[in-house]
Protein backbone atom coordinates (compact mmCIF):
# COMPACT_ATOMS: atom_id res chain seq x y z
CA UNK A 1 0.00 0.00 0.00
CA UNK A 2 1.07 3.31 -0.65
CA UNK A 3 2.46 5.33 2.19
CA UNK A 4 -0.09 8.04 3.37
CA UNK A 5 1.51 11.13 2.86
CA UNK A 6 3.09 12.77 -0.53
CA UNK A 7 6.24 14.25 -1.45
CA UNK A 8 4.29 18.00 -2.92
CA UNK A 9 5.48 19.83 0.25
CA UNK A 10 5.95 20.02 3.86
CA UNK A 11 2.75 19.08 6.26
CA UNK A 12 1.85 22.12 8.77
CA UNK A 13 -0.16 21.29 11.67
CA UNK A 14 -3.39 20.98 10.09
CA UNK A 15 -1.88 18.10 8.27
CA UNK A 16 -2.11 19.74 4.77
CA UNK A 17 0.62 19.16 2.30
CA UNK A 18 0.96 22.63 0.99
CA UNK A 19 0.61 25.77 3.48
CA UNK A 20 -2.30 27.66 3.93
CA UNK A 21 -1.40 30.33 1.44
CA UNK A 22 -0.17 27.84 -1.32
CA UNK A 23 -2.84 25.57 -0.45
CA UNK A 24 -5.36 28.64 -1.41
CA UNK A 25 -3.83 29.41 -4.37
CA UNK A 26 -3.75 26.03 -5.99
CA UNK A 27 -7.89 26.08 -4.61
CA UNK A 28 -8.57 28.92 -5.95
CA UNK A 29 -7.19 28.08 -9.59
CA UNK A 30 -8.88 24.43 -9.38
CA UNK A 31 -12.09 26.17 -8.88
CA UNK A 32 -12.02 28.39 -12.09
CA UNK A 33 -9.81 26.29 -14.14
CA UNK A 34 -12.66 23.92 -16.00
CA UNK A 35 -14.60 27.18 -16.50
CA UNK A 36 -12.01 30.02 -17.14
CA UNK A 37 -8.89 30.92 -18.56
CA UNK A 38 -6.56 33.85 -17.10
CA UNK A 39 -3.44 35.13 -18.88
CA UNK A 40 -1.14 33.25 -16.87
CA UNK A 41 -2.25 29.82 -18.29
CA UNK A 42 0.13 27.93 -20.05
CA UNK A 43 0.48 27.73 -23.95
CA UNK A 44 -0.53 23.97 -23.12
CA UNK A 45 -3.92 24.21 -21.77
CA UNK A 46 -6.11 22.26 -23.10
CA UNK A 47 -7.63 23.33 -26.28
CA UNK A 48 -11.22 21.99 -25.42
CA UNK A 49 -11.60 23.22 -22.45
CA UNK A 50 -10.81 26.81 -24.00
CA UNK A 51 -13.22 26.40 -27.42
CA UNK A 52 -16.27 24.66 -25.34
CA UNK A 53 -15.78 27.42 -22.50
CA UNK A 54 -14.35 30.14 -23.22
CA UNK A 55 -15.39 30.62 -26.91
CA UNK A 56 -19.10 28.57 -26.53
CA UNK A 57 -20.48 29.03 -22.94
CA UNK A 58 -19.33 32.81 -22.32
CA UNK A 59 -20.17 32.83 -18.87
CA UNK A 60 -18.46 34.82 -16.66
CA UNK A 61 -16.31 32.98 -13.98
CA UNK A 62 -18.26 34.03 -11.24
CA UNK A 63 -21.72 32.57 -12.02
CA UNK A 64 -19.96 29.39 -13.02
CA UNK A 65 -18.41 29.44 -9.40
CA UNK A 66 -21.89 29.29 -8.02
CA UNK A 67 -22.98 26.98 -10.13
CA UNK A 68 -25.14 23.92 -8.71
CA UNK A 69 -23.58 20.77 -7.77
CA UNK A 70 -20.56 21.61 -6.06
CA UNK A 71 -19.98 23.32 -2.63
CA UNK A 72 -16.81 24.87 -2.67
CA UNK A 73 -14.37 24.21 0.47
CA UNK A 74 -12.65 27.07 2.09
CA UNK A 75 -10.24 26.15 3.99
CA UNK A 76 -8.22 28.05 6.25
CA UNK A 77 -5.64 27.50 8.71
CA UNK A 78 -7.71 26.40 11.67
CA UNK A 79 -9.71 24.05 9.80
CA UNK A 80 -9.61 19.81 9.29
CA UNK A 81 -9.20 18.46 5.79
CA UNK A 82 -12.18 16.71 4.10
CA UNK A 83 -10.36 14.38 2.79
CA UNK A 84 -11.85 10.83 3.59
CA UNK A 85 -9.88 8.73 5.88
CA UNK A 86 -9.17 6.20 3.51
CA UNK A 87 -7.19 8.17 0.82
CA UNK A 88 -4.30 9.85 1.49
CA UNK A 89 -4.75 13.81 2.41
CA UNK A 90 -4.58 15.90 -0.39
CA UNK A 91 -5.31 19.09 -0.32
CA UNK A 92 -5.89 20.44 -3.75
CA UNK A 93 -1.84 18.70 -5.02
CA UNK A 94 -0.49 20.22 -8.26
CA UNK A 95 -2.21 18.50 -11.14
CA UNK A 96 -0.50 17.26 -14.36
CA UNK A 97 2.09 16.17 -12.55
CA UNK A 98 3.99 12.47 -12.70
CA UNK A 99 1.75 10.67 -10.38
CA UNK A 100 -0.82 11.78 -12.74
CA UNK A 101 -0.25 9.92 -15.41
CA UNK A 102 0.41 6.93 -12.45
CA UNK A 103 -3.35 7.31 -11.79
CA UNK A 104 -4.21 7.20 -15.92
CA UNK A 105 -2.21 3.79 -16.25
CA UNK A 106 -3.64 2.40 -12.85
CA UNK A 107 -6.88 3.64 -13.90
CA UNK A 108 -6.54 1.49 -17.51
CA UNK A 109 -5.78 -1.23 -15.68
CA UNK A 110 -8.86 -1.12 -13.76
CA UNK A 111 -11.32 -0.04 -16.73
CA UNK A 112 -9.78 -3.28 -18.73
CA UNK A 113 -10.99 -5.55 -15.63
CA UNK A 114 -14.29 -3.74 -16.22
CA UNK A 115 -15.63 -2.46 -19.06
CA UNK A 116 -13.51 -4.61 -21.28
CA UNK A 117 -15.24 -7.70 -19.63
CA UNK A 118 -18.89 -6.47 -19.84
CA UNK A 119 -17.53 -5.60 -23.95
CA UNK A 120 -16.48 -8.89 -24.08
CA UNK A 121 -19.53 -10.23 -22.97
CA UNK A 122 -20.80 -10.55 -26.71
CA UNK A 123 -18.74 -14.03 -26.28
CA UNK A 124 -20.53 -15.10 -23.85
CA UNK A 125 -23.75 -14.27 -25.16
CA UNK A 126 -23.14 -16.44 -27.73
CA UNK A 127 -22.25 -19.31 -26.46
CA UNK A 128 -25.20 -19.08 -23.80
CA UNK A 129 -27.80 -18.92 -26.71
CA UNK A 130 -26.47 -21.82 -29.03
CA UNK A 131 -24.91 -24.24 -26.95
CA UNK A 132 -25.00 -23.98 -23.18
CA UNK A 133 -29.48 -22.53 -23.16
CA UNK A 134 -29.89 -23.61 -26.90
CA UNK A 135 -34.08 -23.98 -25.80
CA UNK A 136 -33.95 -20.46 -23.98
CA UNK A 137 -35.15 -17.04 -26.01
CA UNK A 138 -32.89 -14.79 -26.79
CA UNK A 139 -34.20 -12.24 -24.39
CA UNK A 140 -34.02 -14.50 -21.72
CA UNK A 141 -30.23 -15.31 -21.95
CA UNK A 142 -29.85 -11.05 -22.47
CA UNK A 143 -30.96 -11.20 -18.81
CA UNK A 144 -27.37 -11.44 -17.43
CA UNK A 145 -25.87 -9.01 -19.79
CA UNK A 146 -28.46 -6.64 -18.65
CA UNK A 147 -28.40 -7.04 -15.28
CA UNK A 148 -24.34 -6.62 -15.45
CA UNK A 149 -24.73 -2.90 -17.57
CA UNK A 150 -27.79 -1.87 -15.31
CA UNK A 151 -25.98 -2.62 -11.92
CA UNK A 152 -22.57 -1.08 -13.09
CA UNK A 153 -23.84 2.03 -14.33
CA UNK A 154 -26.89 2.07 -12.14
CA UNK A 155 -24.61 1.03 -9.05
CA UNK A 156 -22.14 4.27 -10.07
CA UNK A 157 -25.32 6.59 -8.78
CA UNK A 158 -24.29 5.41 -5.26
CA UNK A 159 -19.73 5.43 -5.86
CA UNK A 160 -19.42 9.47 -5.08
CA UNK A 161 -20.90 9.13 -1.48
CA UNK A 162 -18.73 6.39 -1.20
CA UNK A 163 -15.93 7.62 -2.22
CA UNK A 164 -16.07 10.91 -0.35
CA UNK A 165 -16.95 8.78 2.78
CA UNK A 166 -13.88 6.12 2.05
CA UNK A 167 -12.07 6.97 -0.51
CA UNK A 168 -10.82 5.78 -4.27
CA UNK A 169 -9.05 2.92 -3.13
CA UNK A 170 -11.12 1.13 -0.60
CA UNK A 171 -14.12 1.51 -2.73
CA UNK A 172 -12.04 0.55 -6.16
CA UNK A 173 -10.07 -2.62 -3.92
CA UNK A 174 -13.74 -3.73 -2.80
CA UNK A 175 -15.24 -3.81 -6.09
CA UNK A 176 -12.08 -5.95 -7.20
CA UNK A 177 -13.08 -8.18 -4.54
CA UNK A 178 -16.69 -8.40 -5.24
CA UNK A 179 -15.54 -9.14 -9.15
CA UNK A 180 -13.45 -12.17 -8.33
CA UNK A 181 -16.48 -13.47 -5.81
CA UNK A 182 -19.22 -13.08 -8.39
CA UNK A 183 -17.00 -14.99 -11.51
CA UNK A 184 -16.24 -17.58 -9.04
CA UNK A 185 -19.74 -18.43 -7.81
CA UNK A 186 -21.00 -17.74 -11.75
CA UNK A 187 -18.73 -20.46 -12.85
CA UNK A 188 -20.63 -23.15 -10.50
CA UNK A 189 -23.92 -22.19 -12.09
CA UNK A 190 -26.14 -24.50 -13.61
CA UNK A 191 -29.32 -22.60 -14.10
CA UNK A 192 -29.91 -19.34 -16.05
CA UNK A 193 -31.21 -17.64 -13.52
CA UNK A 194 -28.13 -18.26 -11.31
CA UNK A 195 -25.89 -16.68 -14.27
CA UNK A 196 -28.34 -13.45 -14.08
CA UNK A 197 -27.42 -13.39 -10.15
CA UNK A 198 -24.10 -13.97 -10.32
CA UNK A 199 -22.32 -12.60 -13.86
CA UNK A 200 -24.92 -10.43 -13.71
CA UNK A 201 -26.23 -9.14 -10.30
CA UNK A 202 -22.90 -9.29 -8.25
CA UNK A 203 -20.44 -8.34 -11.23
CA UNK A 204 -22.45 -5.83 -11.71
CA UNK A 205 -22.16 -3.91 -8.55
CA UNK A 206 -18.60 -4.43 -8.29
CA UNK A 207 -17.77 -3.33 -11.34
CA UNK A 208 -19.25 -0.05 -10.35
CA UNK A 209 -17.33 0.32 -7.50
CA UNK A 210 -14.56 0.15 -9.76
CA UNK A 211 -16.06 2.41 -12.79
CA UNK A 212 -16.89 5.24 -12.07
CA UNK A 213 -14.24 6.05 -9.61
CA UNK A 214 -11.75 5.51 -12.01
CA UNK A 215 -12.80 7.87 -14.53
CA UNK A 216 -13.26 10.71 -12.45
CA UNK A 217 -10.11 10.16 -11.09
CA UNK A 218 -8.35 10.88 -13.90
CA UNK A 219 -10.08 14.15 -14.50
CA UNK A 220 -9.20 14.86 -11.24
CA UNK A 221 -5.35 14.68 -11.54
CA UNK A 222 -5.17 16.38 -15.32
CA UNK A 223 -6.28 19.50 -16.10
CA UNK A 224 -3.99 20.55 -18.90
CA UNK A 225 -4.39 17.30 -20.15
CA UNK A 226 -7.77 15.67 -19.73
CA UNK A 227 -8.88 15.27 -22.70
CA UNK A 228 -5.62 12.91 -23.24
CA UNK A 229 -5.81 11.73 -20.08
CA UNK A 230 -9.18 10.40 -19.97
CA UNK A 231 -8.98 9.23 -23.20
CA UNK A 232 -5.66 7.07 -22.73
CA UNK A 233 -7.62 5.72 -19.20
CA UNK A 234 -10.87 4.55 -20.80
CA UNK A 235 -9.15 3.49 -24.20
CA UNK A 236 -7.84 0.30 -21.16
CA UNK A 237 -11.68 -0.67 -21.48
CA UNK A 238 -11.26 -1.46 -24.98
CA UNK A 239 -7.60 -2.89 -25.16
CA UNK A 240 -9.52 -5.24 -22.35
CA UNK A 241 -12.40 -5.65 -24.24
CA UNK A 242 -9.94 -6.85 -27.09
CA UNK A 243 -7.59 -8.98 -25.07
CA UNK A 244 -10.91 -10.57 -22.85
CA UNK A 245 -12.31 -11.62 -25.72
CA UNK A 246 -9.79 -13.09 -27.33
CA UNK A 247 -8.64 -14.99 -24.11
CA UNK A 248 -12.23 -16.00 -23.31
CA UNK A 249 -12.55 -18.01 -26.90
CA UNK A 250 -9.20 -19.44 -26.13
CA UNK A 251 -10.20 -20.50 -22.78
CA UNK A 252 -13.53 -21.90 -23.60
CA UNK A 253 -12.20 -23.82 -26.17
CA UNK A 254 -9.73 -25.41 -24.26
CA UNK A 255 -10.90 -26.26 -20.41
CA UNK A 256 -15.11 -24.84 -21.53
CA UNK A 257 -16.77 -21.94 -19.60
CA UNK A 258 -16.85 -22.94 -16.05
CA UNK A 259 -13.30 -22.83 -15.62
CA UNK A 260 -13.11 -19.77 -18.07
CA UNK A 261 -14.73 -17.80 -15.55
CA UNK A 262 -12.57 -19.43 -12.62
CA UNK A 263 -9.49 -18.00 -14.49
CA UNK A 264 -11.18 -14.06 -15.11
CA UNK A 265 -11.95 -14.10 -11.73
CA UNK A 266 -8.74 -14.74 -10.52
CA UNK A 267 -7.26 -12.41 -13.00
CA UNK A 268 -9.48 -9.27 -12.46
CA UNK A 269 -8.93 -9.73 -9.14
CA UNK A 270 -4.74 -9.51 -9.23
CA UNK A 271 -5.16 -6.73 -11.98
CA UNK A 272 -8.07 -4.70 -10.61
CA UNK A 273 -7.08 -5.21 -7.22
CA UNK A 274 -3.30 -4.33 -7.65
CA UNK A 275 -4.19 -1.20 -9.79
CA UNK A 276 -6.51 0.03 -7.39
CA UNK A 277 -3.86 0.44 -4.45
CA UNK A 278 -2.06 3.20 -6.15
CA UNK A 279 -5.70 5.18 -5.81
CA UNK A 280 -5.74 8.23 -4.08
CA UNK A 281 -7.34 11.90 -3.95
CA UNK A 282 -6.06 14.76 -5.53
CA UNK A 283 -9.33 17.12 -4.16
CA UNK A 284 -10.79 16.84 -0.58
CA UNK A 285 -14.46 16.33 -0.53
CA UNK A 286 -16.00 19.79 -0.09
CA UNK A 287 -17.02 20.80 3.66
CA UNK A 288 -20.85 20.90 2.55
CA UNK A 289 -20.96 18.06 0.42
CA UNK A 290 -22.51 17.66 -3.14
CA UNK A 291 -25.89 18.94 -3.47
CA UNK A 292 -27.31 15.64 -5.40
CA UNK A 293 -30.73 17.04 -5.50
CA UNK A 294 -29.32 20.70 -7.71
CA UNK A 295 -27.03 18.24 -9.40
CA UNK A 296 -30.21 16.09 -9.98
CA UNK A 297 -32.47 19.13 -11.13
CA UNK A 298 -29.46 20.46 -13.60
CA UNK A 299 -30.99 20.36 -16.97
CA UNK A 300 -27.72 20.06 -18.41
CA UNK A 301 -27.23 16.74 -16.79
CA UNK A 302 -30.91 15.68 -17.82
CA UNK A 303 -30.04 16.29 -21.14
CA UNK A 304 -26.79 14.15 -20.73
CA UNK A 305 -28.55 11.58 -19.02
CA UNK A 306 -31.69 11.36 -21.57
CA UNK A 307 -28.59 11.25 -24.46
CA UNK A 308 -26.95 8.11 -22.06
CA UNK A 309 -30.46 6.38 -21.67
CA UNK A 310 -31.27 6.51 -25.67
CA UNK A 311 -27.56 5.07 -26.31
CA UNK A 312 -27.84 2.31 -24.10
CA UNK A 313 -32.17 1.71 -25.22
CA UNK A 314 -29.60 0.57 -28.86
CA UNK A 315 -25.72 0.78 -27.99
CA UNK A 316 -25.00 -3.39 -27.65
CA UNK A 317 -26.89 -4.47 -30.75
CA UNK A 318 -24.04 -4.86 -33.11
CA UNK A 319 -21.97 -6.08 -29.97
CA UNK A 320 -25.01 -8.75 -29.26
CA UNK A 321 -26.19 -9.67 -32.70
CA UNK A 322 -23.04 -9.12 -35.23
CA UNK A 323 -22.07 -12.84 -34.13
CA UNK A 324 -25.24 -14.11 -34.66
CA UNK A 325 -25.50 -12.97 -38.23
CA UNK A 326 -22.28 -14.01 -38.80
CA UNK A 327 -23.41 -17.06 -38.20
CA UNK A 328 -26.37 -17.17 -40.09
CA UNK A 329 -24.13 -16.52 -43.36
CA UNK A 330 -22.49 -19.80 -42.41
CA UNK A 331 -18.94 -18.47 -40.44
CA UNK A 332 -17.04 -20.28 -37.97
CA UNK A 333 -18.29 -19.77 -34.14
CA UNK A 334 -14.21 -18.03 -34.32
CA UNK A 335 -14.88 -15.79 -36.86
CA UNK A 336 -18.54 -14.76 -35.80
CA UNK A 337 -16.54 -13.69 -32.40
CA UNK A 338 -13.81 -12.12 -33.80
CA UNK A 339 -16.40 -9.24 -34.72
CA UNK A 340 -16.31 -8.43 -30.80
CA UNK A 341 -12.69 -8.17 -30.94
CA UNK A 342 -12.74 -5.90 -34.19
CA UNK A 343 -14.81 -3.79 -31.99
CA UNK A 344 -13.06 -3.31 -29.17
CA UNK A 345 -10.05 -2.70 -31.15
CA UNK A 346 -11.79 -0.04 -32.82
CA UNK A 347 -13.24 1.10 -29.14
CA UNK A 348 -9.48 1.02 -28.16
CA UNK A 349 -8.11 3.57 -30.51
CA UNK A 350 -11.25 5.25 -31.15
CA UNK A 351 -11.39 6.50 -27.66
CA UNK A 352 -7.70 7.85 -27.91
CA UNK A 353 -8.42 9.56 -30.87
CA UNK A 354 -12.00 11.06 -29.22
CA UNK A 355 -9.49 13.65 -27.39
CA UNK A 356 -7.89 15.23 -30.32
CA UNK A 357 -11.69 14.91 -32.31
CA UNK A 358 -13.03 16.88 -29.88
CA UNK A 359 -10.44 19.40 -29.96
CA UNK A 360 -10.87 20.38 -33.19
CA UNK A 361 -14.52 19.99 -33.38
CA UNK A 362 -15.62 20.38 -29.73
CA UNK A 363 -16.80 17.52 -27.37
CA UNK A 364 -20.30 18.11 -28.10
CA UNK A 365 -19.87 18.08 -31.49
CA UNK A 366 -18.26 15.47 -31.93
CA UNK A 367 -20.15 13.48 -30.06
CA UNK A 368 -22.99 14.46 -31.87
CA UNK A 369 -21.94 13.59 -35.34
CA UNK A 370 -20.21 9.88 -33.93
CA UNK A 371 -23.88 8.82 -32.75
CA UNK A 372 -25.81 9.51 -36.03
CA UNK A 373 -23.17 8.39 -38.31
CA UNK A 374 -23.19 5.31 -35.92
CA UNK A 375 -27.30 5.11 -36.13
CA UNK A 376 -26.97 5.41 -40.24
CA UNK A 377 -24.27 2.53 -40.50
CA UNK A 378 -26.44 0.09 -37.99
CA UNK A 379 -29.52 0.67 -39.99
CA UNK A 380 -27.41 -0.02 -43.33
CA UNK A 381 -24.97 -2.81 -42.56
CA UNK A 382 -27.41 -5.12 -40.38
CA UNK A 383 -30.23 -4.46 -43.11
CA UNK A 384 -28.24 -4.34 -46.85
CA UNK A 385 -25.09 -5.97 -46.48
CA UNK A 386 -24.85 -9.95 -45.58
CA UNK A 387 -21.21 -10.81 -45.77
CA UNK A 388 -18.22 -10.78 -43.21
CA UNK A 389 -16.36 -8.42 -44.95
CA UNK A 390 -19.25 -5.78 -44.36
CA UNK A 391 -19.69 -6.80 -40.64
CA UNK A 392 -15.88 -6.33 -39.93
CA UNK A 393 -15.89 -2.70 -41.23
CA UNK A 394 -19.20 -2.00 -39.39
CA UNK A 395 -17.11 -3.38 -35.99
CA UNK A 396 -14.21 -1.58 -36.63
CA UNK A 397 -15.78 2.18 -37.86
CA UNK A 398 -18.66 1.29 -34.98
CA UNK A 399 -16.52 0.31 -31.98
CA UNK A 400 -14.64 3.31 -32.99
CA UNK A 401 -16.91 6.34 -33.26
CA UNK A 402 -19.11 5.14 -30.09
CA UNK A 403 -16.27 5.21 -27.62
CA UNK A 404 -16.87 8.79 -27.44
CA UNK A 405 -19.31 8.66 -25.02
CA UNK A 406 -17.36 7.36 -22.53
CA UNK A 407 -13.94 9.43 -23.29
CA UNK A 408 -15.24 12.87 -23.96
CA UNK A 409 -18.26 12.77 -21.51
CA UNK A 410 -15.92 12.99 -18.01
CA UNK A 411 -14.47 16.24 -19.78
CA UNK A 412 -18.36 17.34 -20.39
CA UNK A 413 -19.25 16.91 -16.86
CA UNK A 414 -16.02 18.08 -15.27
CA UNK A 415 -16.87 21.37 -16.83
CA UNK A 416 -19.86 22.07 -15.25
CA UNK A 417 -19.64 20.39 -12.20
CA UNK A 418 -15.70 20.80 -11.14
CA UNK A 419 -13.11 18.02 -10.34
CA UNK A 420 -14.62 17.42 -6.66
CA UNK A 421 -18.74 17.39 -7.90
CA UNK A 422 -17.45 15.32 -11.38
CA UNK A 423 -17.82 11.65 -9.71
CA UNK A 424 -21.08 12.35 -8.60
CA UNK A 425 -22.62 13.91 -11.71
CA UNK A 426 -20.99 10.47 -13.57
CA UNK A 427 -23.16 8.38 -11.50
CA UNK A 428 -26.56 10.06 -11.87
CA UNK A 429 -25.62 10.09 -15.69
CA UNK A 430 -24.86 6.43 -15.66
CA UNK A 431 -28.64 5.84 -13.56
CA UNK A 432 -30.26 7.27 -16.91
CA UNK A 433 -27.83 4.99 -18.85
CA UNK A 434 -29.00 1.68 -17.01
CA UNK A 435 -32.13 2.61 -17.39
CA UNK A 436 -31.57 2.35 -20.73
CA UNK A 437 -29.83 -0.71 -20.33
CA UNK A 438 -32.67 -2.45 -18.47
CA UNK A 439 -35.17 -1.16 -21.04
CA UNK A 440 -33.01 -1.62 -24.16
CA UNK A 441 -31.24 -5.28 -23.80
CA UNK A 442 -34.58 -7.07 -23.05
CA UNK A 443 -36.53 -5.15 -25.77
CA UNK A 444 -33.92 -5.94 -28.23
CA UNK A 445 -33.93 -9.53 -27.14
CA UNK A 446 -37.78 -9.72 -27.85
CA UNK A 447 -37.78 -7.33 -30.96
CA UNK A 448 -34.86 -10.07 -32.10
CA UNK A 449 -37.49 -13.12 -31.23
CA UNK A 450 -40.17 -12.07 -32.40
CA UNK A 451 -39.78 -10.42 -35.84
CA UNK A 452 -36.31 -11.06 -36.71
CA UNK A 453 -35.05 -15.10 -35.33
CA UNK A 454 -38.05 -16.86 -37.25
CA UNK A 455 -37.22 -15.05 -40.97
CA UNK A 456 -33.14 -15.01 -39.93
CA UNK A 457 -33.34 -11.56 -40.55
CA UNK A 458 -31.85 -8.02 -38.63
CA UNK A 459 -34.50 -5.83 -39.67
CA UNK A 460 -36.35 -4.88 -37.03
CA UNK A 461 -33.43 -5.07 -34.05
CA UNK A 462 -31.51 -2.73 -36.67
CA UNK A 463 -34.54 -0.11 -37.15
CA UNK A 464 -34.37 0.07 -33.17
CA UNK A 465 -30.86 0.49 -33.01
CA UNK A 466 -31.05 3.59 -35.81
CA UNK A 467 -34.06 4.93 -33.81
CA UNK A 468 -32.31 4.70 -30.29
CA UNK A 469 -28.17 6.14 -31.56
CA UNK A 470 -30.25 9.00 -33.55
CA UNK A 471 -32.05 10.24 -30.77
CA UNK A 472 -28.87 10.00 -28.47
CA UNK A 473 -27.11 12.71 -31.08
CA UNK A 474 -30.33 14.88 -31.54
CA UNK A 475 -29.61 15.08 -27.25
CA UNK A 476 -26.51 16.60 -27.68
CA UNK A 477 -27.48 18.99 -30.30
CA UNK A 478 -30.48 20.12 -27.48
CA UNK A 479 -27.18 20.34 -24.96
CA UNK A 480 -25.76 22.50 -27.25
CA UNK A 481 -28.99 24.87 -27.86
CA UNK A 482 -29.13 25.14 -24.07
CA UNK A 483 -25.74 26.47 -23.51
CA UNK A 484 -25.58 28.73 -26.27
CA UNK A 485 -28.87 30.12 -25.38
CA UNK A 486 -28.24 33.85 -25.25
CA UNK A 487 -24.89 33.97 -26.46
CA UNK A 488 -23.67 35.16 -29.56
CA UNK A 489 -22.83 31.64 -30.87
CA UNK A 490 -24.72 29.86 -32.96
CA UNK A 491 -25.21 26.00 -33.52
CA UNK A 492 -23.08 25.35 -35.94
CA UNK A 493 -20.19 27.16 -33.46
CA UNK A 494 -17.19 25.35 -32.39
CA UNK A 495 -18.38 23.86 -29.02
Keep these: MLPESNSYAT ?36 DVEKGFVDECLSVDKQSINDSPGVE ?28 AWVIVVCAGFCLMCTVGVVNAFGVFSTHYLNFIFPTESASNIAWIGTMLSLFMLGGSVTTGPLTDRFGFRTVALAGAVICFLALLLASFANALWQLVLTQGILFGIGAACIFSPS ?131 GSTVGRVVAAFVAIAMGPINSISAAYII ?75 QKFDRPHDSFTAIAIWGFVGLALAGISYIMLKVLVIRGTEKRIWSKM
Design 11 to 46: SDPRGLTQPPTAVASVHSQDRSSNYSHSSSKTPHSS
Design 72 to 99: HSRSTPDEKSDAPAGDPVIEYAPADTGY
Design 215 to 345: VSLVAQWHTKSRPLATGLAVAGSGAGGMIFTEVTQRLMTAIGHKWTLRVLALIIFVIAGSASMFYKRRVSVPRGGTDFRSMVNDPRLIIVGLSGFFVNVSYFIPWYYLPTAALKIGETKQAANNLVLFMNA
Design 374 to 448: CAVLVLIVMLAVKSMVGYIVLSVIYGGLSASFISIMPLILTTFFGAQGVTTAMGIMNMYCSIGVLIGNPSQGAIY
